[in-house]
């Protein structure tokens, strides 16, 4: 098992930038990454993945094209690059370690989950 640590949300105004970071206690090489979000009183959804070294990735439709999803294996680091950000961004935003190299979308793909980093966007 490895611990996961988000670092980088906060308040920004609509149409600002955010990058959130996410610190694995172990390795993450050789592992789907992903990012999850949550919204108040929603599910946790999908938000984006890559695979195990990063040269393929997979994005919700609505945030496709605003947020890029990167991931340094050496440094056992991911991040997830926002912009363009909406009030309907605004959430707890989940960092997770997949079950092996393989990209997927559902949650039960992802046995390891960070804490959480709440991002909110304000209009």
């Known amino acids: 098992q490895v611990q996961l640590v988000e670092s980088g949300g906060g308040l920004v105004q609509a149409g600002g930038s955010l990058r959130l970071s996410c610190a694995a206690s172990?390795?993450?090489?050789?592992?789907?990454m992903g990012w999850f979000r949550q919204a108040p009183g929603q599910e946790r959804e999908f938000v984006a993945s890559?695979?195990?070294?990063?040269?393929?990735?997979i994005y919700a439709d609505s945030v496709k094209g605003r947020f890029t999803i990167s991931r340094d294996n050496a440094k056992f680091m991911q991040y997830l690059q926002m912009n363009s950000l909406k009030s309907e961004d605004t959430a707890v935003y989940y960092c997770?370690?997949?079950?092996?190299?393989?990209?997927?979308?559902?949650?039960?793909?992802?046995?390891?989950w960070g804490q959480g980093t709440q991002v909110t966007v304000s209009s």
């Open positions: 997770a370690r997949g079950r092996s190299w393989a990209i997927v979308t559902s949650e039960s793909g992802y046995p390891d």
């Open positions: 172990g390795s993450i090489g050789g592992y789907a």
């Open positions: 890559t695979n195990w070294n990063g040269d393929t990735t």
